[in-house]
T-cell receptor
Framework: GQQLNQSPQSMFIQEGEDVSMNCTSS?????WLWYKQDPGEGPVLLIA?????ELTSNGRLTAQFGITRKDSFLNISASIPSDVGIYFC?????????????FGKGTLLTVNP | DTGVSQDPRHKITKRGQNVTFRCDPI?????LYWYRQTLGQGPEFLTY????????KSRLLSDRFSAERPKGSFSTLEIQRTEQGDSAMYLC???????????????FGEGSWLTVV
């Protein structure tokens, strides 16, 4: 099946630092979503992107839908300890229905206080 | 709490036994999805319903798996004759299809962990 290449696989940063992670695909997506998952829990939606070039913020989080529709990035500014977790990108190209998400393998973020 | 609810959260079963998971979607959502996630991987699509109709099943969903959504509200996922390879987290999600694209956002439940011993 389709694969999303998500990088980096893991990050160790100091509290207060900014973080950037990205996803690339060989296929075009018409929706990009970013989720955060804590151990033993389901993914929690952070940001949804629906248009190429779209830049959306949610508090300290900012994500962009690449203009080629094949990539997206997520930035976290001024990281705090509760940002720890696994961040997943997910794309959909199921026509206008967006019913089937393809996920990356995740970026494990560790924040040292 | 009006989020997606899953039950049970954890299940340990012996190989060969049947297990059933239940999902209650966000109340007004007409689409319901099942995904499976193994350690170190992102979730993988299994199947989805629009109202009570099951519209697509992934090839990952073997004949031992069956999902239902009889009244278009809650859904069940049953795994028959479980195998050790079925050990994973089974995630349910829901969305409201039919509005603007922003309404198609998919929200996940907390997942049901299955361990087959």
């Amino acid at each position: 099946g389709q694969q999303l290449n998500q990088s980096p696989q893991s990050m160790f940063i100091q509290e207060g630092e900014d973080v950037s992670m990205n996803c690339t695909s060989s296929s075009i997506f018409n929706t990009w979503l970013w989720y955060k998952q804590d151990p033993g829990e389901g993914p929690v939606l952070l940001i949804a992107l629906y248009k190429a070039g779209e830049l959306t913020s949610n508090g300290r989080l900012t994500a962009q839908f690449g203009i080629t529709r094949k990539d997206s990035f997520l930035n976290i500014s001024a990281s705090i300890p509760s940002d720890v977790g696994i961040y997943f990108c997910a794309g959909s190209n199921s026509g206008g229905s967006n019913y089937k998400l393809t996920f990356g393998k995740g970026t494990l973020l560790t924040v040292n206080p | 709490d009006t989020g997606v609810s899953q039950d049970p959260r954890h299940k340990i079963t012996k190989r060969g036994q049947n297990v059933t998971f239940r999902c209650d979607p966000i109340s007004e959502h007409n689409r319901l999805y099942w995904y499976r996630q193994t350690l170190g991987q992102g979730p993988e699509f299994l199947t989805y319903f629009q109202n009570e109709a099951q519209l697509e099943k992934s090839r990952l969903l073997s004949d031992r798996f069956s999902a239902e959504r009889p009244k278009g509200s809650f859904s069940t996922l049953e795994i028959q004759r479980t195998e050790q390879g079925d050990s994973a987290m089974y995630l349910c999600a829901s969305s409201l299809f039919g509005q603007l694209s922003s309404g198609n956002t998919i929200y996940f439940g907390e997942g049901s962990w299955l361990t087959v011993v």
